[in-house]
């Protein structure tokens, strides 16, 4: 009787674990893709410089 419920206390802590580390890699690669995407353009990207233009 006592090993059956260690046995399923362990798979359960087991999945637990592994939910755990599969749900951390898929948040670290969320965020590193909001990171790279979400920064602050500067003047000579957005094109606010002032242009002489050649008549």
Same mark, same amino acid.
């Given at each position: 009787?006592?090993?059956? %419920?260690?046995? @399923? $206390?362990?798979? /359960?802590?087991?999945?637990?674990? %592994?939910?755990? @580390? $599969?749900?951390? /890699?898929?948040?670290?690669?969320?965020?590193?893709?909001?990171?790279?995407?979400?920064?602050?353009?500067?003047?000579?990207?957005?094109?606010?410089?002032?242009?002489?233009?050649?008549?």
């Amino acid at each position: 009787m006592n090993y059956t %419920v260690i046995v @399923i $206390v362990g798979i /359960l802590v087991i999945g637990l674990v %592994v939910f755990t @580390i $599969v749900r951390n /890699l898929k948040d670290k690669k969320e965020l590193e893709e909001e990171m790279n995407n979400d920064y602050q353009e500067s003047n000579d990207q957005k094109g606010d410089f002032d242009e002489v233009d050649d008549l």
